[in-house]
């Protein structure tokens, strides 16, 4: 055999690059106790992730230094040594002679570069068969023991299982899942359960040694912990065919490796939980991000479908603002952010603007607003603060309601009072003032009499007024329909109303068709409807005027027509929206009457299953047009 050359200065390289990579092995080892120990379990990955980053680099920088001066033309095994190798008779015997014969500080050398290449190879790869296969093999290689394996203990504690092996009886181990019990069998489960090494220099004298069959040839076993912090999660073991065949240096460097092995299993199976949690993580994602899709679908069908104009506020601008916001006001969150700030006099506004935390959360608000195409609308307002964590206000949604419909039946509900009452206690009046002349004036009894019986009729078709517009809202009104000839119907309304028109100075006029028209309605309720037209028309035209009444039917829409027009003062457009409530009058101060025969007159129309509308201009004159349905069959002519 011949002497080792050693090259001393490589030997130096060597050792430094692997004293930088333990260094960063103490570093992992550190950073892991710290992050099990004082790191929160939400940031425990990323530390951990940046620790491994940190050691990654210096590893890298050992392994430069390592390399540095490794020869290209020669293999990795001779880096250190230039020998001949030792030969074995059998394949699968192997002696640790060749390590023995060598110069210390060679066999240092060779051990140090092992454990160099371990590191790398935990560091490159997260797979943790790869990196446990690769190590098992470098160290039965270099070192030149007949088995090395690496045991994990399992999930329950019980059984240390090998992981992996380099040896002759490779394959037969793994595919049994060769285990012992954690504790009780064999050096590895003395270890695994102690967490102290343990050397066997003669297996055939140590009570402990578990014999296995399928590694036959063993004479001395080595076992060493594999630790993460104060946990044992595996064990180390070799085995060699010589007795007394392992040195305290063999138990420092392969101590180091197990240390470095811990680390690297540690850091994969965190790996696989963040991998688990990452995948969990993403799946939660995706699935709350689908619920939270379907929610804001779900709120924004709310909010579109929402009859209500809804806006949301922050500092006074506006954010966001429905359908409905738009479609009551016209306006555009811009020029509705404009129209506050000329609005800022009203305190709802300034609360909105504000966003003090002693504004109440709820406050609610009516006022009138004037829509972008000019027209006003009573609004209700009701704003509630949005809180965030801190209770601190982070913005205010504001409800808008048109309320114009609700604000007139208020109003008509109260003209409706007023005119009602006024038209009672004028007729009571004038009967308590008839009552007191007929004791005063009993020879005027006739007079007093007719007077007061004419006041009593005044008060009961205004009660039968009263009780008609009750009725039809409630629907209890129920017509007698029959045939009747329109044509003569409405011309014997004219002749009743004609003297008055003739008293009063005005033409009235007629545009009846030749021949009888037959239509199914109530007679005496469109005697009413017509009546009340052509009393209207004569109040509301001045002397010298004129009224005309015509009569056709419609042959596009199969309907039958009436038409009162008049040359009096006309309607504004703001008061012929409320020409048909009841008790709307537009001169109370130049004509009588209830205010209740237009708002009749439409229930009635609209009970035949027709319409009544109006058209008007200001000194114009107005007309008012009745369409009643009109059938084939329904049309005779008499003769």
Not at 348 to 354: A, D, E, L, P, Y
Not at 380 to 392: F, H, I, M
Not at 440 to 447: A, H, S
Not at 480 to 508: C, F, H, S, W, Y
Request: a negative charge.
């Amino acid at each position: 055999m011949q002497r080792p050359r050693v090259n001393r200065r490589r030997v130096n390289q060597i050792a430094l690059g692997v004293v930088v990579a333990l260094i960063a092995v103490g570093i992992l080892r550190g950073f892991t106790l710290i992050a099990n120990d004082a790191v929160p379990p939400p940031l425990r990955s990323e530390f951990l992730l940046l620790a491994l980053l940190l050691a990654c680099l210096l590893f890298i920088a050992g392994f430069l230094t390592v390399l540095a001066f490794r020869p290209s033309s020669q293999p990795s095994s001779s880096l250190i040594v230039e020998s001949e190798p030792v030969q074995n008779n059998s394949p699968d015997m192997r002696t640790t002679r060749p390590m023995r014969s060598l110069d210390s500080s060679v066999r240092r050398a060779i051990q140090l570069q092992v454990a160099a290449e371990i590191a790398r190879d935990a560091t490159a790869t997260l797979d943790l068969d790869i990196v446990l296969n690769r190590a098992v093999e470098l160290v039965r290689d270099r070192f030149g023991f007949y088995h090395a394996g690496i045991f994990l203990v399992d999930e329950m504690g019980e059984y240390a299982i090998l992981q992996a092996a380099a040896g002759p009886s490779r394959e037969q181990l793994l595919a049994k899942r060769h285990r012992l019990k954690v504790g009780q069998t064999g050096i590895v489960g003395y270890v695994t359960g102690t967490g102290l090494s343990r050397i066997a220099q003669n297996v055939g004298g140590d009570e402990v040694h578990y014999k296995n069959p399928d590694l036959p040839n063993t004479r001395s076993e080595l076992t060493l912990p594999l630790k993460v912090g104060q946990q044992v999660i595996g064990a180390l073991d070799v085995q060699s065919v010589q007795e007394n065949a392992f040195d305290d240096e063999d138990v420092t460097i392969l101590q180091i490796l197990a240390d470095l092995l811990a680390v690297a299993i540690d850091h994969a199976h965190l790996f696989n939980r963040v991998q688990e949690y990452a995948t969990e993580l993403e799946q939660r994602v995706e699935s709350r991000t689908a619920e939270l899709t379907q929610k804001s679908a779900q709120l924004q069908a709310i909010l579109d479908s929402m009859v209500d104009g809804l806006i949301y506020t922050v500092n006074g601008v506006p954010q966001y603002g429905n359908a409905a916001f738009r479609h009551l006001t016209g306006y555009t969150l811009d020029e509705w952010a404009l129209l506050m700030k000329r609005e800022l006099d009203s305190g709802h506004w300034r609360r909105i603007v504000s966003q003090s935390p002693h504004v109440p959360e709820i406050w609610t608000n009516e006022t009138r607003i004037t829509c972008k195409d000019g027209s006003e609308m009573d609004v209700s307002l009701t704003s509630a603060r949005v809180l965030g964590p801190d209770n601190e206000t982070q913005g205010v949604v504001t409800l808008i309601r048109d309320i114009s419909k609700e604000k007139a039946l208020q109003a008509q509900k109260a003209r409706f009072v007023a005119n009602a009452s006024h038209e009672l206690r004028t007729p009571i009046t004038n009967l308590k003032t008839r009552l007191f002349l007929l004791r005063k004036q009993p020879e005027r009894f006739d007079e007093h009499l007719r007077i007061i019986e004419h006041v009593a009729n005044r008060m009961q078709n205004l009660v039968e007024q009263l009780l008609d517009i009750t009725r039809f809202e409630r629907g209890a009104i129920r017509l007698e329909k029959e045939m009747t000839d329109i044509n003569g119907l409405v011309n014997d309304v004219i002749e009743v109303q004609r003297p008055e028109a003739e008293k009063k100075q005005i033409t009235l006029l007629t545009e009846l068709p030749p021949t009888p028209i037959l239509i199914l309605i109530d007679a005496e309720r469109m005697i009413q409807v017509v009546t009340n037209l052509v009393t209207n028309a004569i109040n509301y035209t001045p002397p010298e005027g004129n009224i005309v009444v015509r009569l056709y039917t419609d042959e596009t829409s199969d309907e039958v027509v009436i038409e009162v027009q008049d040359n009096g003062p006309g309607i504004a457009p703001e008061a012929q929206d409320l020409i048909f409530q009841p008790f709307f009058r537009v001169d109370t101060t130049k004509t009588i009457g209830t205010g209740l025969g237009l708002s009749i007159s439409r229930e009635i129309v609209e009970l035949h299953g027709g319409t009544i509308s109006l058209q008007s201009e200001v000194n114009q004159g107005t007309t008012f047009h009745i369409r009643l349905p009109h059938k084939a069959h329904q049309k005779a002519h008499i003769t």
